[in-house]
């Protein structure tokens, strides 16, 4: 016998990693140059050179004994403080090194954090559409029941009243993306402010905590000078998890962390049920290596100006052709809405263009597509006459 749900995470691929390998093997059948591949969030931007030199120093200089060994359970002291000096230089946000956890990426701090939360079948847990799938998977995973909230129709922000609808006493905590994956948004300081008032309300009404989790991977990747607010700053009951996946372009590392409000009630406890859940799913010890890169390298960040240039080209050329899309402030994918109602279909018919996106009906929207634009931007404009052809067939061009 085996766990059915586990069976049935592992036999049926992501939607995301389905369209990811089938745009493999039409590269190998037709080659690469003629499959336009924006399925996946891979970055395409090489790591700075101050990231390369330092593993390079690191690995040169480094005792192989030290370098390939356990950390703490917890994680290297000096990357913590490293990291908590880095964010209270950026945010002034007071947090400390003991308050600190590394992960396996922001996956790993994401499940350590929801199973130290989640204490009964009964327990809810609210993600705003549009969501990044897993959220799902992690939910459930750790015993919890995942309840979608739709976002505020034309500008994705948090819509409260719709929250107020789904609220209730079983709600143990909310998950927040920004900027977002799938739609690019960030949310503004006026959301983030509203939304910590209204659950600091609900607090007192139900008698518990309500925990705040930024899932913050795509922090980094912002245009237009634009600031996403650190969600410890404006709710104490807060936490988040973090990945240098993006910021570092080191996705395939595995390496982040849990962070703990430092104002959070009982910070010490939810610090060590955090600590405890890292401990019973095994990710005790993040890759040692890379925690003492990020020590050398936490306020290093990739060349984000590429994305920058990759989403002005395909989201000005896209709107041009009639689609209509949600201009992304930050991340590296560009929403857009689906010339037809079922999504899905449209992704289809999109293959006959070798044109890979994902349709958004797991991200908890349906009727859009997500089309990563982390890719080379040559790419981009050997694409655009297959969107301008399927623009076309829809009779969308102006």
């Not at 499959?35 to 700075?48: D, E, Q, Y």
């Not at 990739?302 to 992304?328: F, M, Q």
């Amino acid at each position: 016998m085996v766990n059915e749900t586990m069976y049935d995470y592992g036999s049926r691929a992501s939607v995301i990693r389905e369209i990811f390998e089938y745009g493999k093997k039409r590269a190998a059948e037709i080659g690469a140059e003629n499959v336009f591949n924006f399925s996946i969030g891979n970055p395409s931007v090489p790591a700075p050179d101050t990231v390369t030199k330092a593993l390079e120093k690191l690995l040169a200089e480094g005792d192989p004994v030290f370098l390939h060994g356990y950390t703490s359970a917890v994680g290297d002291p000096g990357t913590r403080k490293a990291i908590a000096d880095s964010i209270n230089r950026k945010y002034n946000a007071g947090v400390t090194p003991d308050r600190i956890y590394m992960t396996c990426g922001a996956a790993g701090a994401l499940s350590s954090c929801l199973k130290a939360v989640i204490t009964s079948p009964e327990d809810e847990i609210i993600a705003f559409t549009p969501f990044f799938p897993e959220y799902t998977v992690f939910t459930h995973a750790n015993g919890g029941k995942l309840v979608q909230v739709e976002s505020r129709d034309g500008d994705f922000q948090i819509d409260l009243e719709k929250l107020d609808k789904a609220m209730n006493p079983h709600v143990q905590a909310l998950i927040v993306n920004s900027p977002n994956n799938p739609s690019g948004v960030i949310y503004t300081e006026e959301t983030i402010r509203n939304l910590a008032a209204y659950l600091e309300k609900k607090q007192a009404e139900y008698g518990h905590e309500i925990y705040l989790i930024s899932d913050e991977p795509y922090r980094e990747l912002v245009y237009d000078g634009l600031k996403v607010p650190y969600v410890t700053n404006y709710y104490d009951n807060s936490m988040v998890c973090y990945s240098y996946s993006k910021a570092l372009s080191l996705p395939g590392e595995r390496i982040g962390f849990a962070l703990v409000g430092p104002k959070m009630k009982d910070a010490g406890k939810v610090y060590a049920a955090i600590c405890g859940a890292g401990r019973a799913l095994g990710y005790v010890c993040a890759p040692s290596l890379f925690q003492f890169l990020v020590r050398d390298c936490v306020d290093e960040v990739s060349d984000i100006s590429i994305y920058k240039r990759n989403r002005d080209l395909l989201n000005e050329n896209l709107t041009a052709y009639g689609y209509t899309c949600v201009r992304p402030d930050g991340a590296f994918y560009l929403f857009m809405k689906s010339p037809e109602p079922d999504a899905n279909a449209f992704c289809e018919k999109a293959k006959k263009h070798e044109l890979l996106f994902v349709p958004c009906d797991g991200f908890g929207t349906p009727g859009y597509v997500r089309i990563s634009y982390c890719v080379q931007t040559e790419q981009i404009e050997r694409a655009l006459p297959a969107f301008k052809a399927l623009a076309e067939e829809y009779g969308l061009t102006k």
